[in-house]
């Protein structure tokens, strides 16, 4: 009996180690920064964003070894400032906005012992909704959702089989918000750069 019972452990420790070497799923939590250029065109000159941290989350499904798919959530929050040319509404209007983006990307990885780099691109939108508080000088301001384009190159570093940190260089390119304001509207795209670091768990 006592053999049957140790050899149902070993068993069960055996099926639970294979499981975690060929874990297919991770979930990752991360801090990212946000930055954006300024933009210049039609009447604004320039639009300009604050820079501020935000939080990531992603999860990656491998679909072998190397190649897998990505979903994105991030979330942050910061001021928008036009510096207009026309008189009509105010210089140096302002926007407290929250920006949010749901993306998916296809990914790539090399695993050389614990160092794992990757790259990815990918499609999603940028979701930029005006929060009605002093930050915002603007009345009638309206969300924008702005499809684009997501890249990036990081590093996974395995810290346990069920862990590993990542740094990562992101960036989303998209046509720069107006929140619906004829005098924001400068028809031109623009990079918003969302450097990460943060801690996945593999399942």
Wanted: net charge positive; glycine share 12%; hydrophobic share 40%.
């Amino acid at each position: 009996m006592k053999k049957m019972m140790w050899l149902g452990v070993l068993l069960v420790g055996a099926i639970g180690m294979a499981s975690a070497q060929e874990s297919r799923m991770d979930a990752s939590a991360n801090f990212i920064g946000t930055y954006s250029p300024a933009v210049y065109g039609l009447g604004v000159e320039p639009m300009t964003s604050t820079h501020t941290g935000g939080f990531l989350g992603s999860f990656r499904y491998l679909l072998t070894p190397r190649s897998g798919l990505e979903l994105n959530y991030s979330w942050a929050q910061y001021s928008v400032k036009y510096n207009l040319a026309t008189a009509l509404i105010p210089n140096s209007s302002e926007v407290h906005a929250r920006q949010q983006e749901i993306s998916g990307a296809y990914v790539y990885s090399r695993s050389y012992r614990n160092y794992n780099p990757f790259v990815e691109a990918g499609v999603g939108g940028m979701i930029f909704t005006p929060i009605l508080d002093n930050g915002t000088k603007v009345l009638d301001t309206k969300q924008n959702t702005n499809v684009g384009g997501l890249f990036g190159a990081g590093l996974a570093y395995e810290i346990s089989p069920s862990f590993d940190v990542r740094v990562e260089y992101r960036g989303f390119v998209c046509k720069a918000p107006d929140f619906g304001i004829a005098g924001f509207k400068s028809n031109r795209y623009y990079l918003i750069q969302t450097p990460s670091l943060g801690v996945a768990y593999h399942f």
